[in-house]
């Protein structure tokens, strides 16, 4: 069983910045892709930012110039830093990874951490 691990959910005024970390523990080869996504009330959940293990990196539009991801690969660890917050940011973040065992692929989520941007 492989664990995905958030941390850095705050609450914040607007304008301010938040870094979200990320790490994949347990038993695995490695990691492949790794991202994270958000959700906020009554909304679909939705893609913010992925990286691959190469360190191309995919955002939403919404988010691009504010939003960095980055990642460690010897840590196994995806990394979301987050500058000029807006209040329509607020949701639940999601970190996920796709794992590499000995011979297959699985996709793991995280259990989500709380981002509230006040206006």
């Known amino acids: 069983q492989v664990q995905l691990v958030e941390s850095g959910g705050a609450l914040v005024q607007a304008g301010g910045s938040l870094r979200l970390s990320c790490e994949a523990s347990?038993?695995?080869?490695?990691?492949?892709?790794m991202g994270w996504y958000r959700q906020a009330p009554g909304k679909q959940r939705e893609l913010v930012a992925e990286?691959?293990?190469?360190?191309?990196?995919d955002y939403a539009d919404s988010v691009k110039g504010r939003f960095t991801i980055s990642r460690d690969n010897t840590k196994n660890t995806v990394y979301l830093q987050m500058n000029s917050l807006k209040p329509e940011d607020t949701a639940v973040y999601y970190c996920?990874?796709?794992?590499?065992?000995?011979?297959?692929?699985?996709?793991?989520w995280g259990q989500g951490t709380q981002v509230t941007v006040s206006s």
């Open positions: 996920h990874a796709d794992i590499m065992f000995l011979v297959g692929r699985h996709d793991y």
């Open positions: 347990g038993n695995f080869f490695r990691t492949n892709a």
């Open positions: 990286i691959t293990t190469g360190r191309t990196t």
